[in-house]
């Protein structure tokens, strides 16, 4: 369950790239992508997408180049869209813009207990 601000999501969706590779990812992390890459793809930007193997995988860490021409699908288990949190969007945005392009990090929740970070998982 989610209040909107926080990610209690279980639900799995999927990136599909070129028709064939599938990132799985957390349904609310995946909404957030989805705007991040849409946007730079809207632009004609070509970049990367990087992440760390979640446990139950290979050990390791994956990166893919996405560009305009290479066919790309956001699939989500869950029916309803999260409430996108603006902070991680610029957060995933400014990744997307440096020169290593976007590596997928936690969200960060506002409101969390001093000293300790509020995370909402990238990755499963």
Same mark, same amino acid.
């Given at each position: 369950?989610?209040?909107?601000?926080? +990610?209690?999501?279980? =639900?799995?969706?999927?990136?599909?790239?070129?028709?064939?590779?599938? #990132? =799985?990812?957390?349904?609310? +992390?995946?909404?957030? #992508?989805?705007?991040?890459? +849409?946007?730079?793809?809207?632009? @004609?930007?070509?970049?990367?997408?990087?992440?760390? =193997?979640?446990?139950?995988?290979?050990?390791?860490?994956?990166?893919?180049? #996405?560009?305009?021409?290479?066919? #790309?699908?956001?699939?989500?288990?869950?029916?309803?869209?999260?409430?996108?949190n603006p902070?991680?969007?610029?957060?995933?945005?400014?990744?997307? @813009?440096?020169?290593?392009?976007?590596?997928l990090v936690?969200?960060?929740?506002?409101? &969390?207990?001093?000293?300790?970070?509020?995370? &909402?998982? +990238?990755?499963?």
């Amino acid at each position: 369950m989610t209040d909107g601000t926080r +990610a209690y999501d279980s =639900h799995m969706g999927f990136i599909m790239y070129d028709g064939t590779s599938q #990132l =799985h990812i957390e349904d609310r +992390a995946l909404a957030h #992508l989805k705007v991040v890459i +849409a946007t730079k793809l809207r632009r @004609n930007e070509s970049f990367t997408v990087s992440w760390t =193997h979640p446990e139950g995988e290979a050990y390791g860490r994956s990166t893919i180049w #996405l560009h305009p021409a290479i066919p #790309l699908r956001f699939t989500f288990e869950g029916r309803e869209p999260p409430k996108l949190n603006p902070q991680w969007i610029e957060d995933l945005m400014q990744s997307a @813009n440096s020169t290593g392009g976007i590596h997928l990090v936690d969200e960060i929740v506002q409101g &969390s207990t001093p000293g300790r970070d509020d995370r &909402s998982p +990238a990755s499963s």
